[in-house]
Structure formats: C-alpha cells, structure tokens
C-alpha cells in the first residue's frame, strides 16, 4: 500500500494536480494507493475541530478585549457554516473578503507556545526564520510543539495506522508546505520507523542540484524529481513500477476526493492535457528546461472527463497546463457545447494570433470558457523581445476585445523590474492597461523574480546585467531566486517605486487589481461576480 500525502499549507479550493493525478495513475497500473489531503484536513481540524473555541476561551482571558473582540467574531462567524462554500458570498467583494479575513484569523489561534507561526489560508510563516535555510528546516521539525500537531497526533497518525502502508510519498508543490513537509515526516519516522518515507513534487524539479543527503532532507529515504518518474528510475526508491502512461493528460480520480469540501461555492478539478509549455522560450522561465513539452499522445483525457461529468457534474475545470494548446481547447469546448455538460473551465493561453482563427473564441466561449489567463508581462515591445515571449502588443488588444466581448473574462499578468526596463516601458505598460481598461477584469501585477535556472541566469551579459548574486542567507542549493542589478541600479526598486507613486494611483488600474479576490486570486475569480 502506498500512500501519498497532500501536506498543508496550499489554497484549499481545489485538490492539487501533482499528487491527485499520480493517485490516479498509479491505480491505474495496478498499485494500491490512497492519497490523503493534509492540506484540507488539517484546515478543518484547525477551523471546525474542536479546539477552536477551547483556545478562543484561554485567548480571552490573556488578551486585550480588541484582539478578542475580533477573534470571536471571526470565529463565530466561521463556525456557523462555512462562507466561502456559498455562491452568495462571491457576489459582493467586501463580503468574500470579510470571509477570507475571518478565516485567516481563525487560523491564526496560536496553540499558546508557538506565538511565532502564523499560518494562513494560502502561506505559512515563521518569524525569523525561512523555509530556503537548511537548519530553519531543521530546527521546526524538531520543535517541541508546532500547529500541525495535534491533527497529526489525532487524526493522521490513526489513520496511518489503520492504512499500514509500506511506503508514504509527500507530494510538495509550494514553498509554503516545506515547513508541515518535514514536520509531519519527522513525526512519521518516530511513530513508525518501518515505513519507507519519499519525497517528490513540482518544488523538488525546482531545486535542482539540491544535495538530498543533507538535514533536513536525509530524513527521507528517497527523493524522486518527477525527472526520473519520465525515465522510469523511480522504482528502487518508491518501491513502486513508475512506468507510468504520462501521455495521456491529467486528471482527478473521484474516488480520491475527500469527505470535506474544498473552499469553493462548486468542485473546481484540476486537468492537465500534457506536460512543460509548448512554446518553451521565454528567457525568464525555468520551466520548459525541466519539463521538455509532451502534448497528450492520445485523447483519453476526454473519456476520462466523461467519467468526471458523469459522476461530479457540474464543476469548474481548471487547466493547469503552464501554456494550453488552442487546438486542445477545441476539442474541450466541442465536446462541452455539443454534449451539453455542465462544466465551465479556464486555462492559461498565450496571446498569440493564433487565438484569433475564425470562430476560435466564439467556440470556446460557448463550450464553457468562463476565464483566460495571459501572462502580457509588458506592453514595451523593446522588453517583449527580449523576454522572448512571442507576442505582439496590437496582437494582444485585439485577443483582449474580442474574449471579453465573447463574455470571457480576462486575467492579466503583469510584471515589473525585468533587467534594463525603463520608465518609458513601465508608461508604456500602464498606457497599455489604460486604454483597454474594458477589455481587462482582473490585473496582477508582480515583481521580477530572477530564476536561478532560466536562461537569463545562464547568460546575465545577454540582459544587461551586472551583477547576479544569491539573497543573503539563503543556502546556495535551495535558493530558487537571485538578486541582480542591471546598468541603472536594483529594477526592482525601481518597479517598486513606479508601482505605487504611479501605475496603482490610476483608479482604473487600482480597480483591476482590487477586482482579485483577496488570498485566492485567479482560483477564484472565476466565481467573482463583482468583477463584471
Ligand atoms: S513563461 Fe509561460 S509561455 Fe513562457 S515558456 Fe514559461 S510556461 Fe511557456
């Protein structure tokens, strides 16, 4: 038996493709597997468990009536009923943001000795300490007392005890799941030394180079980049056949959803039709490097939606391909429209021409289409090129007008502080925002960070840059990120600066961003009715 483990903390609106698909397909040759979504039980244990009142009561007797008086609001309102599973909630922002915030508090109930962890519903933190610092690491799975405890003592550890299984994959996505990664291990190791601990997961093909044999990661017997899954060297460390068919797209299995509900007002699944991008050549991306492009060989992952329909209709697909092919979105939105299923989706597509093939959007729009996602990143096209991004801007207005009169909703990347961007570009970008403001209903912006493994990393010369150097303090093989300084000092100060003084103050734009649904963001704007 084999179990795979959805360590906290990660948004809890959907269940995570990486562990949900491998649950699926490793059933499918054969190996008896059963995932367990600690991301999503430890929050209802923490939430509507019953510690919570017991540690409101101590809180109310040690702290100010201010702090309190939020507190019990925030709680009584969480544990009437759950907020953030009603449609109604994502009518009005301010009440789905009010929801968020009272989850987040709720959350934040200190067990009384770790005062300095602060978990939320999509982050965790330390104070003073990082989850990219080997010995951060190791000092929190050897904490005396951490907030993932007591559902590990009450309710994973008995269940790991009635599964008996042989072998106990953690599947670790994000950053923000390090910390219960190796805290949850540790408390595995101790209870039941015998079962073969591994570890794996899309953060783990991002720390290339890493050394697994130090602390905190020795504490696993194994750790497999999804790397050596495509070459089939899985096996001697999961103990498990790894041949696994990876060419027929990504789905959920239903037998694997938990008994509790993801935080949404509609089951939001996850679909991937293959794997890595297929344009693979923007500069500032490490992702294509891991992930050579693998398109679905076959259209099984249409019998295998048909399976979901059947079962879990209506829902939300999320496509989690980094860039979905058109010609795929086709065939999704054929089946949708002609077969009537109750099922609307949204996917990350490039702004290319090619979105603008005669009835294209038409088609998707009425085959369930509710959301596209373009990562613009700019409107210079100085910066387009050099990013490599293969887009051109009166390309990208035309996508934006013509989605968003389909009734499409657009989602926009932004990001500010690429080496060499100047402020012509960043008035260039916002001009861009402006004058299609209509087109536009959700803007996110975000600093550049520089990948330590993409090809700017590889070639800093080549971009104008000066100097490349890790953040201070983070150990070389974890980092993922470098600081750098191109010819007029830190871009990102500047983007910094140019963001607040200039491109937020503009209320068109400051609205586009406000339209995010706080915590969740894109994996809930679909939902967000205030937005149109
Ligand atoms: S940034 Fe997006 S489109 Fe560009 S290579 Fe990476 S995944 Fe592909």
Redesign the pocket.
């Known amino acids: 038996m084999f179990v795979l483990i959805v360590p906290p903390i990660a948004k809890p609106s959907e269940p995570l493709i990486g562990a949900y698909s491998l649950a699926r397909l490793l059933r499918q040759q054969g190996t008896d597997c059963t995932i367990i979504d600690s991301n999503l039980a430890w929050l209802y244990h923490r939430i509507w468990g019953r510690n919570l009142h017991r540690i409101s009561k101590r809180r109310q007797s040690t702290q100010g009536p201010s702090i309190d008086n939020r507190v019990h609001r925030a709680i009584s309102h969480v544990q009437e009923h759950n907020p953030l599973l009603e449609s109604r909630t994502y009518k009005v922002r301010d009440r789905y943001a009010q929801a968020v915030e009272h989850m987040n508090v709720a959350l934040r109930l200190s067990n009384g000795t770790q005062q300095d962890e602060e978990p939320g519903l999509a982050d965790f933190r330390v104070r003073g300490s990082r989850p990219l610092v080997r010995k951060d690491l190791l000092a929190y799975a050897g904490r005396k007392r951490t907030v993932f405890d007591s559902y590990v003592v009450q309710e994973l550890l008995p269940q790991i005890h009635s599964l008996q299984p042989n072998v106990i994959g953690f599947s670790l996505t994000f950053l923000h799941q390090v910390y219960a990664t190796v805290r949850v291990a540790s408390m595995i190791r101790l209870n039941y030394p015998g079962i073969r601990l591994v570890l794996g997961g899309a953060l783990i093909d991002c720390w290339q180079g890493a050394d697994w044999n130090q602390p905190p990661f020795d504490l696993f017997d194994g750790v497999v980049p999804f790397k050596a899954l495509r070459r089939q060297t899985g096996k001697n460390m999961t103990g498990f056949p790894t041949d696994l068919p990876l060419d027929q797209g990504f789905l959920i299995d239903p037998v694997d959803l938990p008994k509790q509900r993801f935080l949404a007002p509609q089951n939001i699944f996850p679909m991937a039709f293959g794997l890595?991008?297929?344009?693979?050549?923007?500069t500032?991306?490490?992702?294509?490097q891991s992930h050579p492009y693998q398109p679905p060989a076959t259209n099984n992952w249409l019998h295998h939606l048909e399976q979901l329909v059947s079962k879990c209709s209506p829902f939300v697909l999320h496509l989690t391909d980094?860039?979905a092919p058109p010609n795929y979105l086709d065939q999704l939105a054929h089946a949708i429209h002609e077969r009537g299923w109750p099922v609307r989706w949204y996917a990350?597509v490039?702004l290319s021409r090619a979105l603008l093939a005669p009835g294209r959007l038409e088609l998707w729009a009425k085959g369930g289409c509710g959301m596209l996602q373009f990562?613009q990143?700019t409107a210079a096209e100085g910066l387009l090129k050099k990013?490599?991004?293969?887009i051109s801007i009166p390309c990208a207005a035309e996508i934006l007008k013509k989605s968003s009169e389909m009734g499409i909703r657009n989602y926009v990347y932004l990001l500010f502080g690429f080496p060499g961007e100047t402020e012509m570009d960043q008035l260039q970008t916002t001009q861009f925002v402006l004058q299609h403001q209509n087109y536009i209903h959700f803007l996110n912006n975000a600093i550049f960070n520089l990948p330590k493994h993409s090809p700017i990393a590889s070639n800093p010369q080549g971009f104008d840059i000066q100097q490349l150097r890790s953040f201070p303090g983070e150990d070389s093989d974890l980092s993922l990120y470098l600081d750098f300084q191109d010819a007029s000092g830190s871009a990102r100060q500047r983007a910094r600066i140019f963001l607040q003084r200039t491109f937020l103050s503009e209320p068109a734009i400051h609205r586009r961003v406000q339209a995010l649904p706080p915590v969740f963001k894109s994996n809930h704007a679909i939902f967000a009715d205030w937005a149109v």
Do not use: L
Request: contains cysteine.
């Open positions: 890595g991008c297929a344009w693979g050549r923007c500032f991306c490490p992702d294509y980094s860039c990350f490039r990562g990143e990013m490599r991004k293969g």
